[in-house]
């Protein structure tokens, strides 16, 4: 048996008529760049999101660049955030020429430690970016009573956590400003790049228009210098057809979740192995289903690909330890929970159309490994 780690050509199969006749549409009007599709998906997020307002951008990537531009992040300023994420968080810090100041992740949920970040807080201090990892949202209570007694904004990297909760509010609406990701992979993905900013400040949400396109107030009239960073109609149109099946599919996802760790439960392994924390008080989306493996990570890993069985890690190497941030100082042991994850987290394969016979053989592939 395959178990791709994802498999998005079933998706398509399944939606093939609808999204063809979406973009058939929009190449019958011509209108490639900020037209009904981007609006009608803005308003669709906003609404899905909890927010007053959704402003889409290329990129997952540039959401993140916008919205610290929004907030007029300069060089040797500061942006607190976790060293356990994909590139793009530290790197939207690291291009404005701001310094990324990184504090640990709680290790049951490998999601910024709240605790940690009243430490990390000095005068050049200008926002605090958690990241809801995995599609399961941070704690955010900690931070948002930090960001109010400090007055330092919250930046909400959502790219993997749309439609997650913490306590009933949804990913993106509960700092200032929140990013998404559109990325094909993501639960909400589009056939190419694409991203959203969310954020329930109209004077946030105009200005985070203008930068998009150029920092424009008309084609022609620049009140400040943006980029070029908006959400093409034909990525527009893709992604309404697939968004009326959002919740369904996260919702599957989770439940397929619950099968895994049922079924690893009741394995009676030889060795360590331990499921996803999902928070109580949450809503946990499973954009990954991400297994804690101490010292036989990547045997297992490659006894799973004999199988043809198909596992990422996310993240080999924390962002303090890329070559790219050796000036930032840090030194390996900084961050001892991100490099114990980095070294021991494997993701195995979920998404709605995966089947309880696959999801069989994968446990049943991980019972038959010998330490």
């Known amino acids: 048996m395959k178990v791709p780690l994802l498999n998005l ?13 979406a973009v058939d549409q929009v190449f019958e009007s011509q209108h490639f760049i900020l037209g009904n599709s981007g609006r009608s998906l803005e308003t669709a997020i906003s609404e899905y999101s909890q927010t007053r307002y959704a402003i889409g951008c290329a990129s997952g990537s540039d959401a993140l660049l916008l919205a610290l531009m929004a907030l007029d992040v300069k ?26 100041v990184f504090v640990d992740i709680d290790p049951a949920t490998y999601n910024m430690d709240a605790s940690q970040v009243s430490s990390a807080i000095n005068s050049r201090t200008r926002a605090i970016m958690p990241v809801h990892l995995y599609g399961q949202c941070v704690d955010m209570d900690p931070l948002l009573k930090i960001s109010t007694e400090k007055g330092i904004p919250i930046i909400e990297d959502a790219a993997q956590a749309i439609g997650a909760e913490d306590r009933g509010r949804r990913a993106g609406s509960m700092g200032l400003i929140g990013t998404l990701s559109f990325y094909p992979t993501k639960n909400l993905g589009a056939a190419g790049d694409a991203g959203m900013l969310t954020t329930n400040d109209e004077s946030c949400a105009q200005r985070l228009r203008r930068l998009r396109s150029h920092g424009g107030a ?3 009239e620049h009140v400040e210098v943006g980029v070029n960073s908006r959400l093409d109609e034909l990525q527009a149109a893709v992604l309404l057809v ?7 599919w996260s919702m599957t996802r989770a439940k397929k979740a619950e099968f895994y760790t049922r079924l690893l439960e009741k394995a009676d392994l030889d060795f360590e192995v331990t499921p996803p924390f999902v928070r109580p008080d949450g809503r946990h989306i499973f954009h990954q289903y991400v297994i804690r493996v101490p010292e036989y990570r990547d045997r297992l890993a490659a006894h799973l690909k004999e199988r043809g069985i198909g596992t990422k890690v996310y993240y080999p190497i924390p ?14 042991g900084s961050f001892p929970h991100s490099e114990l994850a980095a070294r021991e987290t494997i993701a195995l394969p979920v998404y709605p159309e995966l089947t309880e016979d696959q999801q069989n053989y994968v ?8 330490p």
């Open 9 to 21: 050509q079933t998706q398509y199969a399944s939606l093939r008529d609808e999204l063809r006749k």
């Open 75 to 100: 060089r040797d300023e500061e942006v607190i955030t976790t060293p356990f994420t994909f590139f793009a968080t530290g790197g939207a810090i690291a291009r404005l020429g701001a310094r990324p």
């Open 218 to 220: 008309t084609e022609y």
């Open 242 to 248: 697939k968004f009326a099946h959002l919740d369904r």
């Open 319 to 332: 962002l303090h330890r890329q070559k790219c941030f050796h000036y930032l100082g840090y030194e390996e």
């Open 363 to 370: 446990v049943e592939a991980i019972k038959s490994f010998e």
